[in-house]
């Protein structure tokens, strides 16, 4: 038996690895006052073990927040609207930007969304968020 479970751990997947949310707490962030723009950004320090995930494919689920962008892309957060990272209640852990391969349309504020995706990590564009998900299908 312990053989059987051995053997399926070696199996698992970066899909079927713990919840992105668990990994980002992790992350610490430093304010940073970026001269270009005259102000302070949080600025994330991956781990080894973030980087290492970079480039691999994981699910995640989160409410859809409503930000208005200028790219394609959409706000997922870990939490809906009420205790989101733009309202105050959370840290910037707890947003991620999604890239989806299909145009999404009739969303709702908070509606629970699950995604697909190759993660990417931002450390350096204070205009994306920290975390982002590419090539993102909705599951």
Do not use: H
């Not at 399926?8 to 713990?18: D, E, Y």
């Not at 970026?34 to 989160?62: C, H, N, T, W």
Request: a negative charge.
């Amino acid at each position: 038996m312990l053989q059987l479970v051995l053997g399926f751990a070696l199996f698992v997947s970066p899909l079927q690895s713990p919840s992105l949310w668990k990994v980002f707490e992790g992350v610490r962030f430093e304010s940073k006052y970026i001269d270009e723009e005259k102000a302070s950004f949080y600025v994330p320090q991956f781990g080894d073990e973030l980087l290492r995930m970079e480039g691999q494919k994981y699910i995640i689920k989160g409410y859809y927040l409503p930000i208005d962008l200028s790219s394609s892309g959409i706000v997922l957060s870990r939490y809906p609207m009420a205790t989101c990272f733009f309202c105050g209640e959370a840290g910037p852990e707890s947003v991620m930007m999604i890239f989806p391969t299909e145009k999404l349309e009739g969303l709702k504020m908070d509606d629970e969304l699950t995604f697909e995706g190759t993660l990417k990590l931002n450390d350096d564009d204070v205009y994306q968020l920290s975390f982002i998900l590419t090539d993102a299908k909705r599951l």
